[in-house]
């Protein structure tokens, strides 16, 4: 599967041109956020109930699995019952 690279173009103020599809029903154009510079999905399924959800990223996500292990192993609750 190849990636599409968006190529985004400021007209104005507040328009913004770009190629990217919305990634729920690839036929519409997604929509950007100025702000943040993320692309949304498309009106039609935003309407329809679709959203981007940002999953919490742990702390530790960065770790080997072993540091993990250790620091779940060293906070358990039960040992000190």
Same mark, same amino acid.
């Given at each position: 599967?190849?990636? &599409?690279?968006?190529?985004? @173009? $400021? +007209?104005?103020?507040?328009? #913004?041109? /770009?190629?990217?599809?919305?990634?729920?029903? /690839?036929? @519409?154009?997604? $929509? #950007?956020?100025?702000?943040?510079? #993320?692309?949304?999905?498309?009106?039609?399924?935003? @309407? &329809?109930?679709?959203?981007? $959800?940002?999953?919490? $990223?742990?702390?530790?996500? /960065? &770790?080997?699995?072993?540091?993990?292990?250790? +620091?779940?192993?060293?906070?358990?609750?039960?040992?000190? @019952?």
């Amino acid at each position: 599967m190849e990636l &599409l690279k968006p190529k985004i @173009e $400021v +007209i104005g103020p507040g328009a #913004i041109d /770009h190629n990217m599809p919305c990634s729920v029903c /690839h036929k @519409e154009p997604a $929509v #950007i956020t100025c702000e943040t510079g #993320i692309f949304k999905p498309c009106w039609g399924c935003q @309407e &329809l109930g679709h959203q981007l $959800v940002f999953k919490p $990223v742990s702390p530790y996500a /960065h &770790l080997p699995w072993w540091k993990k292990l250790m +620091i779940q192993l060293t906070n358990d609750p039960k040992r000190y @019952e």
